[in-house]
């Protein structure tokens, strides 16, 4: 994902002024809360929170609460609760992965050990969950303590099914549920329970912020095989590397073109990295990405239904707009 | 902690019995919530949950049920919450410990690797917290989530610690009161929460369980010091090893035999393992044990206090009986 996807996915500048203020709110509440960890705690989580990361779910969960009613101090708070809960989340995953470098800066396993950084995820969530507490109500709890469990759960099954064929395509949009589209869900879906919106209102939220999630990892999986380095600002080809199943080489792998998927087959199966690169070109790895991209502008379409609900405002139109540049930036994948 | 601390801490047959039939439907509710992973999570969790461990925290919820009007189902689900907290911050220590084997059994770092191990307790930890969620009402959840976010906060403080000279023994009881007595505290307040007893009472029995994780880390750290590792059922002098500075290593910093307290300052400076065992038939490291002992003995003595409030039964009169029986396992300490 590069650094400025969320503002890649906003499609005009009036989209970022909407909520600039707001963001700018949240990060101040991040600061504030790194100011309620114990004395010898604190130093450490400064300087994780100085991530500045995309702040995609703060985001969506700003946005929502636009759309719904206007973006109260609770909202705030929500959306630094969520960027905490995904910066524990990458601290993890920085030491399960080894990585020294995250956007520009050494992570916390680089400079405090990986002892030290599994501890401070751990409190970092924990902390998360306290301020849900602090935020809402028990229902709100629930909702917020099932999304992590699921991110959880997701990260769990993809780590134990790489190079696993015996991945089907319902496999794959159960695992990126959980892994993106439960944080995504409780995003969009948690700020509106906060609004005071009705069951009926927050549930189609909640499913909006899903189906987003899920369009987005599958834009993520096929840029991870078609992208330049230099456009996505990220390393590219790391799925093939670690054996990750995902949406484009399940295509691949029914591919009617057998030389093409019986490579691709053969290479998991020696759990060996497949080279995407000098596939390509052919017509079996054009309709595999092209599969993939339909699967999901299926599910913008759909999460642009959800807003139908909402009254239109321009939060509801921002909303709108950004799945529709979703829509393009997945489209240009295929060219 | 030997395996049979738990059974050490209850001095009669009776009081085991008391609870027994409870501790097997905590067990049975243990293995009950591995079914609610996912599909690919379960066979894991349900390795993981097979650890038998002293269930000393669900042992105390359980008592204190049992002392204030009985064992509800609520009381076996805070108690298993309880153990899979325990589990999941045992499965992130031995991830940095390099642990390969607890209680007889292969870790879970050992078995699958660093990478699900972290993921795993990850997923057992906000699965409690949804386990919180569903069981009791919002300031319920906001107890459980500042005591596990204290536990997490504790080991960081202690692994900051190592070997540091400018602790203070009020350093050293707040950095055991959060990563060990913060459990306890929840343990027996949440229990007294969930039997619907009264503020006061509540937070009688959440100050008598935190006096007793207390007095209980002492004893630990006294009994790292002095213990036979036969009796002790596990490896001892693990803490001057890491540079741990417990309560008896501060006692002996300020002692009047200067000797002593120069030679253990003089190791601590130079990051060495400082070489209790020759030192043990000082008279000042025998001042240091017996005044570490007494600290503990005053936690135990005051906890006793706050089991005054509650009617009189055979569950109170065990709670009570376990703090004399942890005063002899102390004393048993300055032999």
Not at 154 to 170: C, P, Y
Not at 283 to 300: C, M, N, Y
Request: include cysteine.
């Amino acid at each position: 994902m590069s650094f400025s996807f969320f503002s890649k996915l906003r499609s005009s500048k009036q989209q970022l002024a909407l909520i600039r203020d707001d963001l700018k709110r949240v990060r101040e509440e991040m600061a504030a809360q790194v100011g309620h960890f114990a004395p010898y705690v604190k130093a450490y989580m400064g300087e994780i929170c100085q991530t500045r990361g995309k702040m995609i779910r703060p985001g969506l969960a700003l946005i929502t609460a636009a759309a719904t009613g206007g973006v109260k101090d609770s909202h705030v708070r929500f959306a630094a609760l969520l960027e905490l809960v995904h910066i524990a989340t990458l601290v993890h995953d920085d030491v399960l992965d080894h990585a020294e470098i995250r956007r520009d800066r050494p992570t916390p396993n680089a400079l405090w050990g990986n002892e030290l950084a599994v501890l401070l995820g751990d409190s970092l969530l924990s902390h998360a969950m306290m301020m849900g507490a602090d935020l809402g109500d028990i229902s709100f709890c629930k909702r917020l303590s099932r999304a992590v469990r699921d991110v959880c759960q997701g990260e769990i099954e993809q780590s134990t099914r790489l190079f696993d064929l015996e991945m089907t395509k319902a496999d794959y949009f159960e695992l990126i549920q959980k892994k993106t589209a439960a944080l995504f869900a409780v995003a969009m879906g948690g700020a509106a329970y906060l609004s005071g919106l009705d069951e009926e209102l927050v549930a189609s939220l909640d499913r909006m912020g899903s189906l987003l999630g899920v369009a987005y990892q599958v834009y993520d999986d096929v840029l991870d095989m078609v992208g330049s380095e230099g456009a996505a600002g990220k390393t590219l080809h790391t799925d093939a590397e670690k054996g990750k199943i995902t949406l484009p080489v399940l295509f691949l792998l029914e591919s009617e073109h057998e030389g093409v998927s019986t490579e691709v087959r053969d290479a998991l199966e020696h759990r060996e990295e497949v080279n995407y690169a000098r596939l390509s070109h052919t017509k079996a790895f054009q309709e595999a990405i092209s599969r993939s991209v339909d699967e999901g502008l299926a599910r913008t379409e759909e999460a642009r239904e959800a807003l139908w609900l909402l009254p239109l405002s321009p939060a509801r139109e921002s909303l709108t707009e950004m799945t529709y540049r979703l829509d393009e930036l997945m489209r240009e994948c295929c060219c």
